[in-house]
T-cell receptor
Framework: GAVVSQHPSWVICKSGTSVKIECRSL??????MFWYRQFPKQSLMLMATSNEGSKATYEQGVEKDKFLINHASLTLSTLTVTSAHPEDSSFYICSARDRDSGDTGELFFGEGSRLTVL | GQNIDQPTEMTATEGAIVQINCTYQ??????LFWYQQHAGEAPTFLSY??LDGLEEKGRFSSFLSRSKGYSYLLLKELQMKDSASYLCAVMDSNYQLIWGAGTKLIIKP
C-alpha cells in the first residue's frame, strides 16, 4: 500500500518553543492531508484539513494561529505547533489520500509524532 | 449531531471469534471504515463498506446495514497480535470522517 512518512516520531521541547512536524506521501500525490491529535485512550480528533496550494480548514476550537499548517506541494504538509505549552503534549498523526482515489479512497496514516512539552 | 458508538473495551480468547459493533448517526453517508490501532502507533486500514452486506478479507470481515445505521467487524481465529484498538469511522455527506472513540480489544491466552 501507499506510504505516508511522518517526522519526527518523538520530540521533546521546552515550553514556549515551536515544533514543526512533517508529513510526506512517498509514492503518491495528495491534494488533501489531514492532521489529527490523539490523547491517551481517546480517539482521533481531527484538527484541520490541509489543502495543497491553499489555506487549511480548521475544525472548531482549533487555534489556527497556534497550529500552523502549510501544504506547499502535493507530497508534503507541515504542522507547526507555535509557543508550545505542556497541554499541547499529545500524539499528532497525519493522513493522506491518493488524489486519484477520489473522496472515498483509503486514508493512509503517518507513523505519528509524540510531542512532549516540558 | 453526529455520533458514532462502539463499546469501550472487549475481551476475547485466543483462537476464538469476536464481533465489534458500531452504530452511527451522521449527516449523510459515504461509507464506513474500520481501522486497527496498536498502542502508540498510527491507525492502519482494515476495511471499507459503502453497500449493505458482508465484506470478507481473510480473518477479518465487516458488515454494514445502512438502514439500521449499524456495522460490525468480525475477527476470527484470534491471535495475540490482534490485541489493539479498533476504530469505526463514517464518512458523512461532506466527505468528512467522523471517528468513534475506538474499542480496545484484549486477547487472553
Amino acid at each position: 500500500g501507499a506510504v505516508v512518512s511522518q517526522h519526527p516520531s518523538w520530540v521533546i521541547c521546552k515550553s514556549g518553543t515551536s515544533v514543526k512536524i512533517e508529513c510526506r506521501s512517498l509514492d503518491f500525490q495528495a491534494t488533501t492531508m489531514f492532521w489529527y491529535r490523539q490523547f491517551p485512550k481517546q480517539s482521533l480528533m481531527l484538527m484541520a484539513t490541509s489543502n495543497e496550494g491553499s489555506k487549511a480548514t480548521y475544525e472548531q476550537g482549533v487555534e489556527k494561529d497556534k497550529f500552523l499548517i502549510n501544504h506547499a506541494s502535493l507530497t508534503l504538509s507541515t504542522l507547526t505547533v507555535t509557543s508550545a505549552h505542556p497541554e499541547d503534549s499529545s500524539f499528532y498523526i497525519c493522513s493522506a489520500r491518493d488524489r486519484d482515489s477520489g473522496d472515498t479512497g483509503e486514508l493512509f496514516f503517518g507513523e505519528g509524532s509524540r510531542l512532549t512539552v516540558l | 449531531g453526529q455520533n458514532i458508538d462502539q463499546p469501550t473495551e472487549m475481551t476475547a480468547t485466543e483462537g476464538a471469534i469476536v464481533q465489534i459493533n458500531c452504530t452511527y448517526q451522521t449527516s449523510g453517508f459515504n461509507g464506513l471504515f474500520w481501522y486497527q490501532q496498536h498502542a502508540g502507533e498510527a491507525p492502519t486500514f482494515l476495511s471499507y463498506n459503502v453497500l449493505d452486506g458482508l465484506e470478507e478479507k481473510g480473518r477479518f470481515s465487516s458488515f454494514l446495514s445502512r438502514s439500521k445505521g449499524y456495522s460490525y467487524l468480525l475477527l476470527k481465529e484470534l491471535q495475540m497480535k490482534d490485541s489493539a484498538s479498533y476504530l469505526c469511522a463514517v464518512m458523512d455527506s461532506n466527505y468528512q470522517l467522523i471517528w468513534g472513540a475506538g474499542t480496545k480489544l484484549i486477547i487472553k491466552p
